[in-house]
């Protein structure tokens, strides 16, 4: 049997009216289109003025718990643009349920969607390439495009915050370093970053412990 997911912390909304009109995306012209462009910006704006009025320090220090209730809240609406799916199990192998299917007692189904992709720890993700790989295939791809859609929209709110922050302000322009104080600036702080986002979408070739290492043998050379 398929592993029985947790309890979701998300709205399940997928098939409803708003749901579907928010996939639809439509626009009866170019004014239309301008008018909803200018809502989602202004919703933004809020937000971030919100963020930086609730959390001390944002968007440059933020609380782990206040960016995982925004993820969630990104989550819930990635689970509307990208719907569950209902998948039959064939032999060990996942195809997208027909009619038939869903008409068969016999035939096992299983809805794989963000609650589901997400009901896995880290440790029991891991286990899943090992013991049923075709269902890991499918949860990794939902957990890969869902982070990557909740760390651009997280940026997008950082983004607006710090404009925000700068408004009126003079800026300076900062001399472009150079090449060796942009190598030491990615091991310091992107590649670490980099590290840690992939590990936590279950990317396998993660290593924390081989990078650090790589990166201790990596200066050394580079220093002598």
């Given at each position: 049997?398929a592993?029985?997911?947790?309890?979701?912390?998300m709205?399940?909304?997928?098939?409803?009216?708003?749901?579907?009109?928010?996939?639809?995306?439509?626009?009866?012209?170019?004014?239309?289109?301008?008018?909803?462009?200018?809502?989602?910006?202004?919703t933004l704006?809020?937000?971030?003025?919100?963020a930086?009025?609730?959390?001390?320090?944002?968007?440059?220090?933020?609380p782990?718990?206040v960016?995982?209730e925004?993820?969630?809240?990104?989550?819930?609406?990635?689970?509307l643009?990208?719907?569950?799916?209902?998948?039959?199990?064939?032999?060990?192998?996942y195809?997208?349920a027909?009619?038939?299917?869903?008409?068969?007692?016999?035939?096992?189904?299983i809805?794989?969607g963000?609650?589901?992709?997400y009901?896995?720890t880290?440790?029991?993700?891991g286990k899943?390439?090992?013991?049923?790989?075709?269902?890991?295939?499918?949860v990794?791809?939902?957990?890969?495009?869902?982070?990557?859609?909740?760390s651009?929209?997280f940026?997008?709110?950082?983004?607006?915050a710090?404009?925000?922050?700068?408004?009126?302000?003079?800026?300076?322009?900062t001399a472009?370093?150079?090449?060796?104080?942009f190598?030491?600036?990615?091991f310091?702080?992107?590649?670490p970053d980099?590290?840690?986002s992939?590990?936590?979408?279950?990317?396998?070739?993660a290593?924390?412990?081989?990078?650090?290492?790589?990166?201790?043998?990596?200066?050394?050379k580079?220093?002598?």
């Open positions: 049997m592993n029985t997911p947790k309890k979701p912390t709205a399940q909304t997928s098939n409803t009216p708003v749901a579907d009109a928010i996939r639809t995306n439509s626009f009866a012209s170019f004014k239309d289109g301008a008018f909803q462009q200018a809502g989602a910006d202004s704006e809020a937000f971030a003025r919100y930086i009025e609730k959390c001390a320090g944002f968007p440059k220090d933020i782990t718990e960016k995982d925004a993820y969630e809240g990104y989550r819930m609406r990635f689970d643009l990208v719907p569950k799916k209902t998948y039959a199990v064939i032999d060990g192998h195809v997208r027909t009619e038939e299917h869903m008409m068969a007692p016999n035939v096992e189904k809805e794989i963000v609650a589901y992709a009901s896995y880290s440790q029991e993700f899943l390439a090992q013991n049923r790989p075709a269902l890991h295939g499918l990794k791809m939902i957990r890969e495009k869902c982070a990557t859609y909740c651009n929209r940026t997008d709110l950082k983004r607006r710090n404009m925000i922050l700068n408004e009126g302000k003079e800026r300076n322009r472009n370093k150079n090449f060796s104080e190598v030491e600036e990615w310091k702080t992107t590649a980099r590290v840690k992939a590990g936590a979408r279950g990317d396998s070739t290593n924390t412990k081989k990078f650090n290492e790589a990166k201790v043998a990596f200066m050394v580079w220093n002598a």
